[in-house]
């Protein structure tokens, strides 16, 4: 099976990405992580889609599509798409490769305003080392650029200023959004509200998972 899930950049799709592995097993694929993981390498693809990442803007269909064919292994696991697809070229070539395979999907849609969004981002630092993610408002490291869990340096993403942030909605609001009516039209569409706490957020989610995978 495979969960995708959508929303807004900041809406929680990593962080409940992470709980919701940890509880059911699904394997994460987060094309965000993976392309931050290959411009820290420097590798081909992290060179082509580096100027596209920082710039707030989607990297060119093809690089993803073709990286994430690549990772998704139909061995009887199931996985959790995190920010892919990203718009309606990306849906439709995930939804041939699925039906290909004859493997179930559910998108489920964290659904949270912009104003949020832009508040969130833009307080959002990250752990250059681990990856924990911390939020000046609502919980800063506890020693100021210094990651609780390995000490690594805490720093805002390049994408997470304030003039990248808007660019990135404007990219959601155009691209991204689509895919709710898309989805929604395939019967396999699923929207929990992300303005509540992560842990509100993550019960609602295994509420739908639970009665999606009971079959209800
Ligand atoms: P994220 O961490 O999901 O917010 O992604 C960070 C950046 O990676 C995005 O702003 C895009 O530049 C790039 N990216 C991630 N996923 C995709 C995708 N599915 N299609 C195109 N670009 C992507």
């Known amino acids: 099976m495979i969960v995708i899930l959508l929303g807004m950049p900041g809406s929680g799709k990593g962080t409940q990405s992470k709980l919701l592995s940890e509880k059911y097993g699904f394997k994460h694929l987060s094309t965000g992580d993976i392309f931050r993981g290959e411009m820290a390498a420097k590798s081909p693809l992290g060179l082509k889609a580096s100027e596209y990442v920082k710039s707030g803007k989607l990297v060119p269909d093809n690089l993803v599509t073709e990286m994430v064919a690549g990772k998704l292994e139909f061995d009887g696991a199931s996985y959790l798409l995190d920010g ?11 939804g041939g490769f699925l039906a290909s395979h004859q493997v179930p999907f559910i ?6 305003t912009r104003e949020e969004v832009l508040k969130r981002l833009t307080a959002r630092r990250v752990c250059l080392a681990c990856g924990e993610v911390y939020n000046l408002t609502t919980r800063p490291p506890a020693v100021e650029g210094k990651c609780d ?4 340096a ?6 997470d200023t304030e003039a990248t942030v808007r660019k990135r909605l404007m990219v959601f609001e155009d691209l991204t959004q689509p895919l709710v009516a898309y989805y929604k039209g395939e019967g396999v569409f699923r929207e929990v509200d992300a303005a509540q706490g992560p842990e509100q957020v993550a019960s609602a989610l ?6 999606t995978m009971a079959g209800k």
């Open 84 to 94: 892919f697809p990203r718009n309606l070229e990306q849906a439709r070539a995930l």
């Open 107 to 112: 998108v489920i849609f964290l659904n949270l």
């Open 149 to 152: 869990k390995c000490q690594g």
């Open 154 to 159: 805490v720093i805002q993403r390049d994408d």
């Open 206 to 211: 295994a509420v739908v998972l639970d009665s």
